[in-house]
């Protein structure tokens, strides 16, 4: 399916919104199995703003005591690529000393964001730290950092919808789809 938004680019359907749901049902499925009989301090780190509706839908299918914070980062502006210069906007509020943390992305491709936040955080000395990402971009990797839970891998693709924005806008779209330049 093809959205038109303008002369210079349209929008094409890459995942749908049922076959985002099922991922994140299964995802949470495999989190609860992992942290269920080790965890009794979980917290979920949602990097804002992309990451905001897949860390509401995955929190409410994890089937464990679990908090929720989130952390502001950008490296995109409003540019359709990352500066690679890392801001941190809003850091946590909540302490993670010896808890179990999972940060959640939305979407992971060079990788300087991940790793920067996985390194600050690193310091503050939890029990474990691992990444969820929605969606990964292996082929866009420029630093090495492990992703223990996928939700889908893509190609180099500039993407917007399900709380991934462009210039702020799209971020309301059900499914993920794909920019297409004209």
Known sequence: MLHYYSMKYYIEKLISSNDINSKVNYLGKR??????????KFILIGLLR????????????????????????????SNMFSSRDVKIIKDLDGNIYDKDVLIIEDIIDSGYTISKVYEML????????????????PSCREVNIFIKYIGFT????FVIGYGIDYNQNYRHLS???????N
């Not at 893509?154 to 693709?157: A, L």
């Open 31 to 40: 989190i609860t199995q992992d942290y269920y009989n080790i965890s009794k």
């Open 175 to 181: 499914y993920i789809g794909k920019v297409v330049v």
């Open 50 to 77: 992309g990451s905001f509706i897949f860390v509401s839908d995955l929190c409410r299918v994890i089937n464990i005591p679990h908090e929720v914070d989130f952390m502001t980062v950008s490296s995109y502006g």
């Open 154 to 157: 893509i190609s180099n693709e």
């Open 122 to 137: 690193l310091l503050r000395k939890p029990n474990s730290l691992s990444i969820c990402t929605l969606l990964d971009k």
